[in-house]
């Protein structure tokens, strides 16, 4: 599997359709076959593989890819999971409301700062291979679009799903 992740913000429509989905496979399907095939530029942004670094980054350097309650957390594993096997597939919901104050969050984070919780990686599971001036680079650049990614999809009204296969 790829590992990409992408984030995609969704309309109230898109968001009741989701939830109404009764098993992964309908919720694989219509993220696959509705969401991601219109590829609608104006709601997604991609992270590649740069997701993980950055989840990590933002919760603090997690000791392994966990889930975290804290706002800056939510964006990519603590959010409501809608997928049942997230070593598959991770399908990471925020809601509207949360927005506003996740946005927050982030403006404070800057590269430095960034820089700082990369080089705490080195003390994680995360692979330890990965861990250069290269990949923190890397990390950084597919970030940099996240904090307006989540204020434009707060203006506008609707919710952010990250999802990954995994």
């Known amino acids: 599997m790829a590992c990409r992740g992408v984030f995609f913000s969704l309309s109230s429509p898109q968001r009741e359709h989701l939830l109404s989905l009764r098993s992964d496979d309908e919720l694989r399907e219509y993220i696959q076959e509705d969401i ?18 950055i989840h990590r980054c933002l919760t603090d350097g997690n000791l392994s890819l966990a889930p975290s309650s804290t706002l800056l957390g939510k964006l990519i594993l603590g959010g409501r999971q809608l997928s049942s096997d997230t070593q598959k597939y991770i399908v990471n919901l925020i809601e509207h409301g949360e927005l506003s104050e996740i946005s927050a969050a982030l403006k ?36 940099s679009g996240i904090p307006d990614f989540i204020a434009r999809a707060d203006r506008e009204g609707r919710c952010v799903v990250f999802t990954v296969d995994q």
Not at 36 to 49: C, F, G, Q, R, V
Not at 113 to 133: C, F, G, K
């Open 108 to 143: 404070p984070v800057t590269k430095e700062w960034m820089h700082t919780r990369y080089e705490h990686l080195r003390n994680t599971d995360y692979p330890q291979e990965l861990i250069s001036e290269q990949d923190w680079q890397y990390t950084w650049d597919w970030f």
């Open 36 to 53: 991601e095939a219109a590829w609608d530029e104006a709601h997604l942004l991609e992270t590649d593989k740069a997701w993980d670094a």
